[in-house]
């Protein structure tokens, strides 16, 4: 291996400058030449002399604790679905031989892509076009990678996240009022979960239970009545009511693979203050929950991933994602991890433990389903080594 490229693709995440200075210093460590791709495959196929950036130890100096991406990102402009100007229209056209031809041209031997459910993809279709290797890194805050235990970024999202709480419980508390708070997700509710919990919320809605506004109704009376009179509903945004569609704010078009979610907390808050009389307002913590500096645990496991894939570059002639688990990076095929995203196991014990605390989740009673199913009671009857997660 002589040069490898590394690019950033998908919305941004903290923890991938310290993946990219992990990858930088472990390639050149090993006598490697590092290429940095900017704004995912844009500057390739925009034929921007400026494309490529080499990373040397001081482009990488300094970075590990620094938000966002040196090298840029975007979720827009698949090399598959490129928007390509024709008699003043874009037009979507797969310009993916572009790129391949342009790492041919720079001698590139493989790529590391740090990306999403998009990015690992693209990274697939363009092995297929004759890409010589890739290696995946997952990134999202949103955590719904499939295959891993945990993304880097979700961790700083989270924290951020309960932050944001714990200041929207004193202005609650004050005023006597329902703060619904939105936070991100996509489809998938982990944020919400995980912060939701840490942070004290009264009422979680996350898109793996559709909820019954009855039972958020119910739980915020019974907060009033019970001299608790203010109350925090955290609402992912990808989370719907019983028989309703998610809220978009802006739907999907040609260029763009999501459609983009938003608004759900507001319409909330106004139907909890018609049905309950509480005052009620709505917030929206939006891509705060995706900026500044990565907490430690991320910082640590962005590291990790990064050194992992120059490893796997130099060990194997495999490509595929890493992948986090049991406290091992693994690398997966790629066949495996895309198409489909992670959701909330709802018996895993986080969604037990909220239950336990008394949160409503939008559906049954808090506690009902704290008991662990009648098939893992059974399958845990002195068989120590099949202990289900309590
Ligand atoms: O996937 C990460 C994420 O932040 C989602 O949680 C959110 O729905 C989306 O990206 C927002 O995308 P954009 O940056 O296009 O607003």
Same mark, same amino acid.
């Given at each position: ?8 693709? #998908? ?5 991938l400058n310290?993946?990219?200075?992990a ?19 844009? #500057?390739l196929?925009d034929d921007?002399p400026?494309a490529?950036i080499h ?13 966002? /991406? ?8 698949d ?8 008699d ?12 391949? %031809?342009?790492?041919?041209?720079h001698?590139?031997?493989a ?13 697939r279709s363009?092995?297929?076009? #004759? ?16 295959? /891993? ?6 961790a700083t ?11 929207l ?6 005023h006597?009022? !329902? ?6 997700g996509?489809?998938?509710?982990w ?30 009376r019974?907060?009033y009545? &019970?001299?608790?009179e ?10 719907t009511?019983?028989g309703?569609d998610?809220t ?5 078009n ?6 983009v979610?938003?608004?759900?907390a ?11 009389? @509480? ?9 705060l &929950?995706?900026? #500044?500096s ?8 962005? &590291?990790?991933?990064? @050194?992992?894939a120059?490893?796997?570059?130099? &060990? /194997?002639? %495999? ?8 406290? %091992? ?6 066949d495996? !991890? !895309?198409?489909?995203?992670?959701n ?7 969604? @037990?433990t ?5 949160? @409503? ?11 662990l ?6 399958a845990?009857?002195?068989?120590s080594?099949? %202990?289900?997660a309590?």
């Open positions: 291996m002589k040069r490898i490229a590394i690019n950033t693709g #998908g919305g941004d995440a903290p923890g310290a993946v990219i200075r990858v930088a210093l472990s390639a050149l460590s090993r006598g490697w030449e590092v290429l940095g791709i900017r704004r995912g495959y844009q #500057g196929l921007d400026n490529l990373l040397d130890r001081n482009a990488v100096r300094g970075i590990v604790h620094v938000g966002g /991406t040196i090298l840029g990102t975007t979720n827009r402009n090399p598959f679905n490129y928007p390509v100007e024709i003043g229209q874009k037009v979507p056209t797969d310009r993916s031989d572009h790129v391949v %031809q342009r790492f041919r041209e001698g590139i031997e790529l590391v892509a740090l990306g999403g459910d998009g990015s690992m993809r693209i990274a363009l092995l297929a076009r #004759g890409l010589p290797r890739v290696i995946g890194v997952p990134k999202t805050i949103d955590n719904d990678l499939r295959g /891993t235990s945990v993304t880097f970024g979700f999202a989270v924290e951020t996240t309960t932050e944001a709480l714990d200041r419980h004193s202005t609650a508390q004050s006597q009022r !329902v703060i619904v708070v939105e936070v991100m996509r489809h998938a509710g944020i919400a979960l995980h912060a939701g919990i840490a942070g004290g919320a009264d009422v979680i809605l996350i898109p793996e239970i559709p909820y019954d506004l009855e039972r958020v109704y119910d739980k915020i019974q907060r009545q &019970q001299r608790s203010f109350a925090i509903v955290v609402v992912a945004e990808g989370a009511e019983a309703h998610a978009y704010k802006l739907g999907k040609a260029f763009k693979e999501h459609a979610l938003g608004g759900i507001e319409r909330l808050a106004r139907q909890i203050e018609a049905a309950t009389g @509480c005052e009620s307002r709505s917030v929206v913590l939006g891509h &929950q995706r900026g #500044g990565p907490i430690g645990l991320d910082r640590l496991l962005a &590291q990790r991933m990064g @050194c992992a120059v490893r796997f570059l130099a &060990q /194997t002639d %495999q490509s595929g994602m890493l992948a986090e688990i049991g406290g %091992q990076i693994r690398l997966l095929p790629l495996d !991890v !895309v198409g489909g995203i992670r909330v196991d709802l018996h895993g014990d986080t969604v @037990c909220g239950r336990d605390l008394g949160i @409503c989740f939008g559906d049954e009673a808090a506690g009902i389903f704290s008991e199913p009648a098939s893992e009671r059974r845990s009857n002195g068989a080594h099949s %202990q289900p309590l």
